[in-house]
């Protein structure tokens, strides 16, 4: 790749000066308040792609939020690789504890600061500049489709029929994404296997208004302490999860396999310092890794009701809520888990409460082999720029649309990840190492060259 080291660092203020116009724009998918945030995080991906060279570059309708489409066909012999990517973000909340505004990016201490930093903003666009500059150079050594959608962080409900309708549009041999992590810094990993996810939303509901806690206290159920009772339940002693079936379509991983899972770089302590906890936590018999890589799971993420803001008021509340998602390991299926559990969770509510289960989101797990010419030339290109070959590793985290990318379109996606676990997504304080975002910028036009190599053999 003639000068791609000079032409990143040429250019190296220009593009995170471009990267911080996106940070800007709050696009947060799952607020109705952002819609046209969305429209215009949307129209500057196109406008972008389009600044860069890519050709057909149009804004399509969903009916959700849009999707981005661009290509850019040097030869329709060669291979066609589909990059695919998010603009929207998850939202903000609670705005107290960010250490800078989460819509005003800042590079502190080396890292870019701001939601979507990371999750994908940053990531996405490394691709972007990684195609100016093969674009620019005339080094382009394949085809190259952009494809990038705005609800992936409320589980990309509107992109499976989007694919459906635009298959030829879509037709490629490899779909490349970057959305995921390394296992460590200066450790390249591919992401081999993603967890599925059911997310769904509870309300116990009890009396038919808010109750004075005194005069009805200790004689009628208090639905936030029947929600927390529940909810504990889900789990027993050895933090496996309760609902009856549940484990039924999990796959045991051979002992050959775990021990190689066991060989990936990873320190326990310094994990638990990151977090500032005294000890980890989850199913006995398995290890950290294992626990967020070949194992379930389910945590309640949030959960409220009654008297919240500032002050005491002694109500007895009518309702309590939660919203709680299930990790789930492939062959487990996403609709089958929510339906076990919203049958489960009904079943083990007292008859002095009502029960609603209401099913958010989800998708299926995905698992790719390490054996393909996509692994391969992902390894190669990350053993250009790193100096090792990247370490197959299976994530905890789940990006349903991949899996169903398969089944639409009947090809493989290659996960080449360069966050960081401690780049605080989904949280405040968001943010992304600039030696990644440039480090990512210099890797992925490897992977274009030595796929279109070794695809050609």
């Not at 274009?448 to 070794?454: A, I, L, S, V």
Request: proline share 5%; charged share 30%; with cysteine.
């Amino acid at each position: 790749m003639k000068d791609l080291k000079n032409y990143i660092e040429t250019n190296r203020e220009r593009f995170l000066n471009e990267l911080f116009e996106l940070l800007r724009i709050p696009s947060i998918s799952s607020k109705e308040a952002h819609k046209e945030d969305m429209i215009k995080a949307a129209e500057w991906v196109k406008d972008k792609l389009a600044a860069d060279g890519a050709e057909n570059a149009e804004v399509l309708s969903t009916n959700g939020h849009p999707v981005v489409y661009a290509d850019k066909m040097v030869d329709p012999s060669l291979p066609t690789v589909l990059v695919y990517g998010h603009y929207d973000v998850q939202p903000v909340e609670p705005l107290e504890l960010w250490k800078s505004k989460p819509f005003e990016p800042e590079i502190r201490d080396g890292k870019i600061w701001a939601r979507g930093a990371d999750d994908d903003k940053g990531q996405m666009y490394m691709h972007f500049k990684a195609f100016e500059y093969l674009n620019s150079t005339n080094q382009l050594p394949c085809n190259i489709k952009f494809m990038i959608e705005g609800e992936e962080e409320i589980g990309s409900p509107s992109l499976g029929a989007f694919c459906e309708a635009n298959k030829e549009k879509l037709k490629c041999d490899v779909i490349l994404v970057s959305d995921t992590a390394m296992i460590a810094k200066d450790f390249p990993s591919i992401t081999t296997g993603l967890r599925g996810l059911s997310y769904v939303e509870v309300k116990v509901k009890g009396p038919k208004r808010d109750l004075h806690s005194g005069l009805f206290g200790g004689a009628v159920a208090n639905p936030i302490n029947i929600l927390c009772d529940m909810i504990s339940s889900l789990t027993d002693e050895k933090n496996r999860i309760t609902v009856k079936g549940f484990y039924d379509d999990v796959l045991e991983i051979p002992e050959n396999e775990r021990k190689e899972m066991a060989k990936a770089p990873f320190n326990l302590e310094e994990y638990k310092k990151e977090l500032d906890i005294e000890e980890v936590y989850g199913e006995e018999g398995y290890t950290t890794l294992e626990r967020v890589g070949i194992r379930p799971s389910l945590d309640v993420n949030g959960i409220w009701g009654g008297h919240t803001e500032k002050g005491a008021k002694t109500v007895l509340p009518s309702e309590a809520h939660a919203k709680i998602s299930m990790r789930l390991v492939p062959n487990q299926d996403s609709k089958k888990i929510t339906e076990l559990f919203g049958k489960h969770f009904k079943a083990i509510a007292p008859k002095s409460v009502k029960v609603d289960v209401e099913f958010l989101h989800g998708g299926e797990g995905y698992v790719a082999p390490s054996d393909t010419v996509e692994f391969q030339a992902a390894s190669k290109a990350f053993e250009e720029t790193f100096g090792q070959k990247a370490i197959p590793v299976k994530s905890g985290g789940s990006i349903p649309i991949i899996a169903l990318f398969e089944k639409a379109l009947g090809v493989k996606s290659i996960l080449m990840g360069f966050g960081l676990e401690s780049d605080a997504i989904h949280s405040p304080n968001e943010n992304y190492p600039l030696d990644n975002f440039f480090k990512g910028i210099e890797t992925i036009p490897y992977f274009y060259k030595h796929y279109t190599e070794m695809k050609g053999k």
